[in-house]
């Protein structure tokens, strides 16, 4: 960099400053050193109303994408055209660099409901998740209802298989 240079950047331990002359738009791409980078992302939850006495299987989405305003709004806007209800607030979740999975798991299902075989447990591999291209990246889960005298009651787990113990949890009980 030189005095007549239009950017001056400053590349600190844990920021990067750009100083221009001129408003655009930037791209910083990298590498993490040692598996410390950590992308933080949003999580929100998405369901049909429920319906009493439906009969049918009630599917439950739960998106993941980068926490951004715009990534928000299109995953509201994608929800919106099949009809889902967002359940709860989008929640935040850091995802660290070093290759391990996204855990997804629907537990606590309450009385008069059950989840469909083998579907109550899901993993998103860490190349999808830290290289996604799209806002799209979600999974579902499939209840059916056994009882159609009870409500619905249930809870999600996210959280990075390295690191259990920073999970998000959302909750529903109607």
Same mark, same amino acid.
């Given at each position: 960099?030189?005095?007549?240079?239009?950017?001056?950047?400053?590349?600190?331990?844990?920021?990067?400053?750009?100083?221009?002359?001129?408003?655009?738009?930037?791209?910083?791409?990298?590498?993490?050193?040692?598996?410390?980078?950590?992308?933080?992302?949003?999580?929100?939850? #998405?369901?049909?109303?429920?319906?009493?006495?439906?009969?049918?299987?009630?599917?439950?989405?739960?998106?993941?994408?980068?926490?951004?305003?715009?990534?928000?709004? #299109?995953?509201?806007?994608?929800?919106?055209?099949?009809?889902?209800?967002?359940?709860?607030?989008?929640?935040?979740?850091?995802?660290?660099?070093?290759?391990?999975?996204?855990?997804?798991?629907?537990?606590?299902?309450?009385?008069?409901?059950?989840?469909?075989?083998?579907?109550? #447990?899901?993993?998103?591999?860490?190349?999808?998740?830290?290289?996604?291209?799209?806002?799209?990246?979600?999974?579902?889960?499939?209840?059916?209802?056994?009882?159609?005298?009870?409500?619905?009651?249930?809870?999600?787990?996210? #959280?990075?298989?390295?690191?259990?113990?920073?999970?998000?949890?959302?909750?529903?009980?109607?």
């Amino acid at each position: 960099e030189t005095i007549n240079t239009p950017i001056f950047t400053q590349l600190d331990a844990d920021k990067l400053f750009l100083v221009t002359d001129f408003l655009t738009t930037f791209v910083l791409a990298g590498e993490s050193f040692n598996g410390k980078a950590v992308k933080n992302l949003k999580l929100a939850v #998405y369901a049909p109303n429920l319906t009493r006495n439906s009969g049918s299987d009630y599917n439950i989405r739960v998106y993941v994408f980068e926490d951004t305003p715009c990534a928000l709004f #299109y995953c509201a806007e994608q929800e919106k055209r099949l009809g889902g209800v967002l359940i709860g607030d989008p929640k935040s979740l850091w995802f660290q660099d070093g290759g391990s999975s996204l855990c997804l798991s629907l537990e606590d299902i309450g009385v008069g409901w059950k989840a469909k075989p083998n579907s109550s #447990y899901q993993e998103i591999p860490f190349s999808h998740v830290w290289g996604a291209s799209s806002n799209s990246l979600h999974c579902s889960f499939t209840l059916e209802q056994t009882d159609s005298i009870n409500d619905l009651e249930f809870k999600i787990n996210v #959280y990075q298989k390295m690191n259990p113990s920073h999970k998000q949890v959302f909750s529903m009980k109607s």
